[in-house]
């Protein structure tokens, strides 16, 4: 049987509420977090995370310092780490102990360095770095728009933001498959792994309920990014936003 876990399900809470739910969710989930990730997306999320840091223009400051916010097990952060051009560093921060604690060994001797901070109140100076990105993170957001500014806010001029999230395909026979795998299949398999007994619930009505890619792009142009372009990868399963810092 999945355990019991004291927090409610974070999809309709609101303010410090979803993020001291969101934070338990998460930091309950940890162990086997990638595990997960790999198996549910089919081993596409490594793809995703590849095409977000083709996106990042890091290229443009190999020796820079870029963001990576919410970074649970750091993930995208050793995406851009391994590029073998890049000679700079990598600022996985995450608010979950437990994530950030499970993703270390993976670290160790890299050019990423782990923060245990809020999203919403970064320990960085304004203008003070590179780039950022964050991949399946930003949903997770107590408030939507204070994160876009808070990156805003850390971003030097012209510095890229990319973000990765996913999305409801369209239309078409795509979108039916889509749903019935999202709806029905993740859930049971996620909880069944994990044993938490809503976390794999929260994804997808997390996502359905979430703003669409061009709602999610105007919401970043009206927190300061401009040049805003959206890419839809696996069949619009997945968003890929990007903007620049005005
Ligand atoms: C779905 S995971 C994504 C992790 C990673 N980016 C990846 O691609 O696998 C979402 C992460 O966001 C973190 N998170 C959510 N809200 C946050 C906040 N306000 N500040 C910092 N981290 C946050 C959670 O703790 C969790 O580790």
Request: hydrophobic fraction near 45%; aromatic fraction near 10%; proline fraction near 6%.
């Amino acid at each position: 049987m999945p355990k019991t876990h004291p927090v409610s399900s974070p999809v309709y809470a609101r303010g410090s509420e979803k993020a001291a739910q969101v934070r338990a969710m998460f930091s309950a989930i940890a162990p086997r977090y990638d595990v997960l990730n790999h198996l549910l997306s089919l081993n596409l999320d490594r793809r995703w995370r590849r095409r977000a840091v083709d996106r990042l223009a890091w290229e443009r400051a190999p020796a820079g310092v870029y963001l990576d916010a919410c970074s649970g097990t750091f993930d995208l952060a050793l995406e851009l780490a391994r590029r073998p051009a890049f000679t700079g560093a990598v600022l996985g921060v995450d608010f979950s102990g437990p994530m950030l604690r499970q993703g270390l060994r993976k670290i160790a001797g890299t050019r990423v360095r782990p923060v245990c901070a809020d999203a919403l109140d970064l320990p960085f100076p304004d203008r003070s770095l590179d780039g950022a990105m964050v991949a399946f993170g930003i949903r997770n957001l107590a408030d939507l728009t204070a994160g876009f500014r808070e990156l805003s806010r850390v971003l030097r001029r012209g510095a890229r933001l990319v973000v990765l999230e996913f999305a409801t395909p369209a239309r078409g026979p795509w979108r039916g498959v889509y749903l019935l795998y999202f709806r029905r299949v993740l859930p049971v398999v996620g909880r069944w792994i994990s044993q938490h007994n809503f976390a794999y619930r929260y994804l997808p009505e997390s996502v359905l309920l979430f703003e669409s890619p061009e709602e999610l792009g105007d919401t970043m142009r009206s927190a300061g990014f401009e040049g805003v372009a959206i890419e839809r990868l696996t069949g619009g399963a997945v968003a890929l936003l990007r903007g620049e810092r005005a």
